[in-house]
């Protein structure tokens, strides 16, 4: 199984809403990403977990939650975002081996905050 | 500061002929490089590495080359699909963490 799978595809919130989005991966990668891409722009690293443990926070703003609860599931509560924080949101997986980065991508969650 | 750099914001390739794709770098530390390829709305899908103790790599159609004194990286396409039409990123990254240096991309369209 190679691929990194992300719920939901879609997302429209109010400023006020609390939401999560998901991300799943069977391949056995001990490292996983939250990525934020906006239209035209490369991916924007937001958060990096390795062997469950938060190892890079971007200075992400605390409206913006990680949580890694094992090894396959990687979460992101949102809560009071703002209209800006629309984008395509993006989790990614690899191994543990920095020299050998090659991360593989979910489709991604559209989130629009209205 | 860009420390990667994909100075062609699009090109435009007949189908049936070679796409080439250039990346530069500035961060002499970085040691691994990789290209990504990106359709609207959907994640980057990953294509190709290439380790800098190597100067090419092939995979099927594509082939990305390393010139480590340019700090200059490559993918050719070869023969170009239609289906090859989309975004594509060039990534690079050093031993000392796990993040990945993107450049801006460079939108490729395939002519019929």
């Known amino acids: 199984d190679t691929e990194v799978t992300q719920t939901p595809k879609h997302l429209v919130m109010g400023m006020t809403n609390k939401k999560s989005l998901k991300c799943e991966q069977h391949?056995?990668?001990?490292?996983m990403y939250w990525y934020k891409q906006k239209a035209k722009k490369p991916p924007e690293l937001m958060f990096v977990?390795?062997?469950?443990?938060?190892?890079i926070n971007e200075s992400v703003p605390s409206r913006f939650s990680p949580e890694c609860p094992n090894s396959s599931l990687l979460n992101l509560h949102l809560h009071a975002l703002q209209p800006e924080d629309s984008a395509l949101y993006l989790c990614?997986?690899?191994?543990?081996?920095?020299?050998?980065?090659?991360?593989?991508f979910g489709p991604g969650t559209r989130l629009t905050v209205l | 500061d860009q420390q990667v750099k994909q100075n062609s914001p699009s090109l435009s390739v007949q189908e049936g002929r070679i796409s080439i794709l250039n990346c530069d770098y500035t961060n002499s530390m970085f040691d691994y490089f990789l290209w990504y390829k990106k359709y609207p709305a959907e994640g980057p899908t990953f294509l190709i590495s290439?380790?800098?103790i190597k100067d090419k790599n092939e995979d099927g159609r594509f082939t990305v080359f390393l010139n480590k004194s340019a700090k200059h990286l490559s993918l050719h396409i070869v023969p170009s699909q239609p289906g090859d039409s989309a975004v594509y990123f060039c990534a690079a990254s050093d031993n000392s963490n796990y993040q990945l240096i993107w450049g801006a991309g460079t939108k490729l369209i395939i002519k019929p």
């Open positions: 977990y390795s062997y469950e443990k938060l190892s």
């Open positions: 990614a997986s690899s191994q543990v081996h920095p020299s050998y980065n090659e991360q593989f």
């Open positions: 391949m056995g990668h001990r490292a």
């Open positions: 290439i380790s800098s």
